[in-house]
T-cell receptor, first 108, second 115 residues
Framework: GQNIDQPTEMTATEGAIVQINCTYQTSGFNGLFWYQQHAGEAPTFLSYNVLDGLEEKGRFSSFLSRSKGYSYLLLKELQMKDSASYLCGNLRGQNFVFGPGTRLSVLP | DAGVIQSPRHEVTEMGQEVTLRCKPISGHDYLFWYRQTMMRGLELLIYFNNNVPIDDSGMPEDRFSAKMPNASFSTLKIQPSEPRDSAVYFC?????????????FGPGTRLTVT
């Protein structure tokens, strides 16, 4: 993805908490979103942030700092089914841009 | 409710042939997106429409690619002539401004292989 950085892979234990970071270029920023994609499947929407702060949605929360060009996705009480790729993306101008994704493996 | 419908699910074709991918968005959605996903380049936006009008086609690789949306319930992505480097999974997605254009619903994708 254009100027969006995420860790390539992460590993965590079932029941734990994991934070997936995302940094992006701030110019032209109009909003940030997170998607989950299981292997071999289509992406599914998780969250979006247009204002600074934390948005909580069940076990998943997303944080945004527009001045720092930084976001994170927080996953609590990890379950095996959370093993997937997590894509950070943003709207820059009129263009929706996705990052390369972070592959999360949840171990028993 | 039916989600986004794409056809075909798999397409294998020879270099130089024309390929047409089809998409039916969720009824009532006013945004339609075409994406391409490969291991090397990740998920890339090719083009998107709002109310059947193309808004941003800066991601369309070159003149070999074209997309149309003749009405609110149908869109096509055409590649002519196809090349091996076009091999990828092509996703169509839709969303509605009544909720947010960020909240996109993806179809199952078309896996295209060009030999």
């Amino acid at each position: 993805g254009q100027n969006i950085d995420q860790p390539t892979e992460m590993t965590a234990t079932e029941g734990a908490i994991v934070q997936i970071n995302c940094t992006y270029q701030t110019s032209g920023f109009n909003g940030l979103f997170w998607y989950q994609q299981h292997a071999g499947e289509a992406p599914t929407f998780l969250s979006y942030n247009v204002l600074d702060g934390l948005e909580e949605k069940g076990r998943f929360s997303s944080f945004l700092s527009r001045s720092k060009g930084y976001s994170y996705l927080l996953l609590k009480e990890l379950q095996m089914k959370d093993s997937a790729s997590y894509l950070c993306g943003n709207l820059r101008g009129q263009n929706f841009v996705f990052g390369p994704g972070t592959r999360l493996s949840v171990l028993p | 409710d039916a989600g986004v419908i794409q056809s075909p699910r798999h397409e294998v074709t020879e270099m130089g042939q024309e390929v047409t991918l089809r998409c039916k968005p969720i009824s009532g959605h006013d945004y339609l997106f075409w994406y391409r996903q490969t291991m090397m380049r990740g998920l890339e936006l090719l083009i998107y429409f709002n109310n059947n009008v193309p808004i941003d086609d800066s991601g369309m690789p070159e003149d070999r690619f074209s997309a149309k949306m003749p009405n609110a319930s149908f869109s096509t992505l055409k590649i002519q002539p196809s090349e091996p480097r076009d091999s990828a999974v092509y996703f169509c997605a839709s969303s509605t401004t009544l909720v947010s254009p960020y909240e996109q619903y993806f179809g199952p994708g078309t896996r295209l292989t060009v030999t």
